[in-house]
C-alpha cells in the first residue's frame, strides 16, 4: 500500500501571514480506499511541527491516520506576530483543514500545546472537530504549581511580568543559541544534563533514540526566527480567553503521568474538575515525556474511535 510519510506546505493567509505544516502517515487516496482518519498534533513548548515524528510513522500507516502537525505563530516556518491569541489558533486550524478538504477531524495537543487543543474544543463545532486528547498538557497558570521543577516555574513567572524583550532575550540565552548551532548535539548535551536529575521514566524515554531526535529538532525549529516567539507564547498562558469550565468536555481526553514535574499531576486533576464530562487517564509510574514515548498507540486509537 502506497503510504505517505512526509509531507510539508504552507498557506498565505489574506494578512500575508504564513501557516506551515508538515503531514504524515495515512493512505494516499486510491480509488476504492479508506479515507484516513485525520489528526492534528500540536506540539509543545518550545517547539514545532517536527516534533509529530515521535510517533513512528508505521503506527500512522497500520491505523490510517493522517497526522497533520502545524507550526504556531513564530515556530519553525510559520509568520510570528506579536498581537496573537490563544483563541485565535483554531481558525488558522480550520484554515489549514479548509484549505487541504478536511471536513472532520481531532485534535492532539501536547505539553505546551495543550491549551491550543482546549480552545479547539471550546471554539470549534462538532460537526468538525470530533475528538480532543490532552496529553501532559499545560494547563492554566492560576492552577496549583507544587511540585513543578523550580525552572519552569522561573519561566511562567517571566512570561507574566518580564517584558517580551527580556524574557526573549533570557530565553535566547539559555535555549535559542544552542538550537541553532549547527551541530544539533550543543542542544542535546544540554537536555541531556536537564534530564539527569529526572524520574527514572523520563531517563528512559530519552534514551529512545526516535523520541530524542523529535525533541531535538523541535526545539531547534522554534527556535529558527529567534527567541520573541517563546516569550509571546510564554505572554500569552496568563490569558486563555476562555475558562475550562465553559468546555463541552465529553469529546475531551485527559493523558497525565504521576510522575510528572513539568506539568504537576495535580494541574491535570483540577482541569478535569472543571470538566467533569472529560474522560481521564492517569498512570502511576509515567512522567512527561515517558507517557507520550510508551502511549502513543493507545492515545491515537482512543482518539479516533470518537
Wanted: hydrophobic share 40%.
Amino acid at each position: 500500500m502506497n503510504c505517505l510519510s512526509e509531507y510539508s506546505d504552507t498557506l498565505t493567509l489574506p494578512s500575508g501571514r504564513i501557516l506551515a505544516w508538515k503531514l504524515y502517515g495515512g493512505t494516499l487516496q486510491q480509488k476504492g480506499a479508506e479515507k484516513p482518519d485525520v489528526i492534528f498534533y500540536f506540539h509543545g513548548y518550545p517547539g514545532c511541527s517536527v516534533e509529530a515524528t515521535l510517533i513512528p510513522v508505521e503506527l500512522l500507516q497500520k491505523s490510517n491516520i493522517r497526522c497533520i502537525a502545524p507550526d504556531r505563530p513564530g515556530m519553525n516556518l510559520s509568520t510570528h506576530y506579536d498581537e496573537r491569541r490563544i483563541l485565535d489558533w483554531p481558525t488558522d486550524v480550520l484554515a489549514i483543514a479548509d484549505y487541504l478538504g478536511v471536513s472532520r477531524f481531532c485534535v492532539l495537543g501536547v505539553s505546551g500545546g495543550g491549551p491550543y487543543a482546549l480552545a479547539c474544543a471550546y471554539s470549534i463545532p462538532r460537526d468538525r472537530l470530533q475528538g480532543v486528547a490532552v496529553v501532559s498538557g499545560m494547563y492554566p497558570t492560576t492552577f496549583s504549581t507544587e511540585g513543578m521543577l523550580p525552572e519552569l516555574k522561573v519561566l511562567l513567572a517571566a512570561g507574566a511580568w518580564l517584558p517580551r524583550i527580556v524574557t526573549s532575550a533570557m530565553l535566547d540565552l539559555s535555549m535559542g543559541r544552542a538550537g541553532r548551532n549547527k551541530d544539533p548535539k550543543v542542544l542535546e548535551a544540554a537536555v541531556d544534563k536537564a534530564m539527569e536529575g529526572r524520574p527514572e521514566a523520563e531517563r528512559m524515554a530519552w534514551k529512545n533514540e526516535r523520541v530524542r531526535l523529535a525533541a531535538i529538532e523541535s526545539v531547534r525549529g522554534a527556535f529558527r526566527q529567534g527567541g520573541r516567539p517563546s516569550a509571546t507564547e510564554l505572554m500569552i498562558l496568563c490569558d486563555w480567553g476562555f475558562q475550562l469550565d465553559e468546555i463541552a468536555g465529553e469529546r475531551v481526553r485527559i493523558w497525565h503521568g504521576k510522575l510528572d514535574r513539568n506539568v504537576p499531576v495535580r494541574m491535570a486533576e483540577q482541569a478535569a474538575e472543571l470538566m467533569p464530562e472529560a474522560k481521564t487517564h492517569f498512570f502511576e509510574n509515567e512522567g512527561h515525556l515517558s507517557l507520550s514515548a510508551n502511549h502513543i498507540s493507545e492515545i491515537l486509537a482512543d482518539l479516533v474511535s470518537q
